[in-house]
């Protein structure tokens, strides 16, 4: 059960190089093919802050669909490579918690949410940007080592104090 296991925690803003995807959910497959293809690049980001964490950054900005960063943190020394793109990611709170194997994923979001709704907190959103989620904002963190089919990762969702 995630509420044994959450933590809130500030992180500081950074910087991910990788791949966008935008699309609707009906297409989310061809975004496994974008994630496959910028974890098969990572050996050339030479400044990859931790090569074996790949970064999943999705933003409920389609009314039927989302938008997708794969990638890696990275320092300011890393350039970028042909084909992929910069991402900053601003200083956020992060509810953090994992989503362990076996586990259904929409399953851990509504629990997430739950202990949002039920602790003085609210999904964080820019200002200027309209969103068709209730957890608007989702970061993912993937080990190397993940199985496809049935992973284990970490997921982040933005947050601040309700009325804030």
Known sequence: ???????IVTIPAYRVIGQKWE????EVPKLKN?????????????YAVNPKLQLGLSYNLRQDGFVHYSG????DDQPIPEGMLEFQVPEMTYLITEHEKGQNIGQSYE???QWIKENG????????EEYYDKLPIKHERYPA???LDDPHFDILIPISKQNQ
Request: hydrophobic share 30%; net charge negative.
């Open 23 to 26: 699309g609707p959910y009906s």
């Open 145 to 147: 080592d993940r199985d």
């Open 34 to 46: 974008v994630i496959a293809s910028v974890s098969e690049r990572v050996g050339e980001l030479e």
């Open 1 to 7: 059960m995630l509420k044994d296991n959450i933590n």
């Open 121 to 128: 907190y609210v999904p964080f959103q820019e200002k200027d």
């Open 72 to 75: 890696y943190e990275v320092t």
């Open 111 to 113: 629990e997430i949410y």
